[in-house]
């Protein structure tokens, strides 16, 4: 039975979540824009459908119960809910207008400000979202090099240039001809893809990190030099990765500069807003494709992106969600390890990932019981522990204490 049919979704909804849920999916395919918050996801049942309120790293569901968050709203949340300075900056914009008839001077400082952090770019513009800066990178490099292919790998947006691959009614079949799949660092396959189609490649999209893999500085190495030989550009996707890893996100925790590469999450604090960034030989090829839309210079993300870059050079905002995510693997792996329990941390620290031994493709009956443990418990994560700078060790310590008991009523 489909989630749109069921009302039902589990035993321990409240009412109130329950009539809301229902009233919901009467109007909402799915109840909701995002398809990760759907609310049955991932076999987990305990998750509350929805948030009423947060602030800092904590949030309230509709029953007013309290969780300490680790999902950042899937990402964008770096600073913390409600940031004051985020927010009064925000308020600020407001008094003066959202959204002009020509462009907003803030447009250039948000793009000056960007690029100062980033610190490899030459130019950028903006956008709203991960999906649509991915697909103008595609665009860019598809009219620069005059090719059609792609080799890209992790996930990219819904947009039909990528999901080919998904059972995906309404995406036509002829696309598939120019996309190339492969698995993350899969180095048989880049040699493959670049052997049989090299001098059709446009481009290479990958995501710099899956997290639930141990990262591969190599597997970009590789693709920067395969790309260098083949005339193809190098596009990354660091829309989770841009000032989550570094400030300069994946291209600067790595040391590989691609030649175009999107973000969005680590912008603005929750406020909508993604750009995509690159040498100017790439990026000036705006005279020549038409990439436009009408909310991308809406001025309180702007606004809130400026802060946020004023903030990340000025505190130690990646340093801190280092040592906070280091903290929670660390005890995680040694909570897991007294209990016997068959599981470990991978990936990095700003976005763990808790690997079981009976896992497929990420999906584990041992995972969805432990994280009903934990959601009982107030704590609220997904596959990847996002880390924001509200964080405090008190908050980690609270969390290892409720895994320890999740753990062993998991057990
Ligand atoms: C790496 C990556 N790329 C692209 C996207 C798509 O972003 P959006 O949902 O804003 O379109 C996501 C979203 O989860 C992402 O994590």
Known sequence: MSLNQRSDIHSAMTSKNQETFDRALQRIPWATQTNAKRHDADGVTRRPPFIERAKGCRMWDL?????????????PITLGYQHPEVDEAVRKQMERGTLFSMSSPL?????????????????????????????????????FTGRDHLLTSGYHGYQDWFTLGWANPGIPESLNQYVHSIDYADFEAIERVFDENGHELAAVVVVPVEWWREPSKEYLQVLRQKCDEYGS??????????????????????????????????IANGYPLSAFAGKAEFMD????????????????????????????NREPVIEHIFDMGNRLRIGFDSIFKEAGFPA???GLAPA????????????????????????????????????????????????????????KRTL
């Open 285 to 312: 090829t705006l005279d020549r494709t038409t990439i436009t839309t009408t909310y991308a210079g809406e001025t309180l993300s702007l606004a809130a992106a400026i802060k946020v870059m004023e903030i990340l």
């Open 233 to 266: 550009l190098l596009i990354f996707d660091e829309v989770l990765t841009g000032f989550r890893l570094a400030n300069g996100g994946a291209q600067e925790f790595f040391e590989v500069t691609p030649d175009l590469a999107g973000y969005a999450k680590g």
């Open 63 to 75: 029953d007013d119960k309290e969780y300490i968050d680790f999902r950042a709203a899937l990402g």
């Open 344 to 346: 470990e941390t991978v």
């Open 352 to 407: 763990i990932t808790i690997r079981f031994e009976d896992e497929i493709d990420l999906h584990s009956p041992l995972r969805a019981r432990l994280f009903d443990h934990l959601y009982d418990r107030g704590i609220f994560a997904n596959k990847e522990w996002l880390i924001s700078y509200a964080h405090q060790p008190s908050d980690i310590d609270e969390t290892l204490e409720k895994m320890r008991e999740s753990v």
């Open 107 to 143: 447009e250039y400082e948000a793009a000056e400000s960007l690029l100062n952090t980033l610190g490899w770019a030459d130019k950028i513009r903006f956008m709203k979202t991960g999906a649509d800066v991915n697909a103008c990178c595609l665009r860019l490099a598809r009219s």
